[in-house]
Structure formats: C-alpha cells, structure tokens
C-alpha cells in the first residue's frame, strides 16, 4: 500500500511540476507579445537564451546567436510602425522533461498597410531556473 500511495504521490507531483511549466512558457510568451505591441525589441529578446548558440530558422535559413537574432529584427522591423500588433496562439506546449519543452503555435502581426502570419516551433530549455527559446523556427 505504501508502494501505491507513493508511485501516486509521485505522478501527481510530476503533473504539478510539468503544468507550472506550461504555464511558465506561456507567461514568457505573453511577455514577449506584450514587448513586441510596444516596440520594445529588446524586451522581446529576454525571452531568448543569451548565446552565440542560440539559433533562428526564418526563410533564409539559420542564424546563430542572440545578438544576430536581435540585429535581424531591429533591421527587418525597425520601429513601432513595422512591428505592428503580434498576437500569438499557442498550440502545443509539451514538458519533454525537467529541462527541455516543445512549443507549437502561430503568430499573427497586423501593421497599419499590411497583416503577416504564420507558424512557429520553439526548443524551451530550463537555464538557471528560467525558460529560455534556445531554438526558434518560425515560417
């Protein structure tokens, strides 16, 4: 009996666990869209794993690095106008593990001549207590 009480002790704290964790990713998430509706590229970034090895799949293909992922977004939306209102949907967020999550979703931007949209994937890895995009493929 003691066996059965911990293995169901056990399983309900990993669920615990693992849905504080989707809802971690979604708050970062949130903040993001919130930096990106007030032009605030940088604090869209913060979202981002702060690395040279982290890496941006867009429709030129990758790019490694934080700082190259920011220089693309100030070049391809350099003010509030070009960034618009993004709105994002997550799809699927999956907890594969203590340190590494999955994230499907779709992104939707409307600016004052035009609206863009699409898909994206998202490699979340835990780092120092935090949740940080260390992969981004975002079509």
């Known amino acids: 009996m003691k066996k059965l009480t911990f293995s169901f002790l056990f399983i309900l704290l990993v669920c615990v666990c693992r849905a504080q964790d ?12 919130k930096a990106w509706n007030r032009g605030d590229v940088e604090g ?9 090895s982290l890496v941006f ?28 209102q993004l709105k994002f949907t ?11 999550a999955f994230v499907l979703g779709k992104w939707h931007l409307k ?13 979340f890895r835990k780092i120092n207590g935090e949740w940080k995009i260390v992969c981004d493929h975002t079509s």
Request: hydrophobic fraction near 35%; aromatic fraction near 16%; charged fraction near 25%.
């Open 22 to 33: 989707k809802q971690a990713i979604a708050n970062l998430m949130y903040t993001q869209e």
């Open 44 to 52: 869209f970034m913060q979202g981002y794993w702060k690395s040279d």
């Open 57 to 84: 799949i867009g429709k030129t293909g990758p790019d490694y690095g934080w700082q190259t992922t920011l220089d693309h977004y100030k070049k391809r939306y350099p003010g509030k106008v070009a960034m618009g």
């Open 90 to 100: 997550l799809l699927q967020v999956k907890v594969l593990d203590a340190t590494n």
């Open 111 to 123: 600016r004052i001549k035009d609206e863009l949209g699409g898909y994206y994937t998202l490699w």
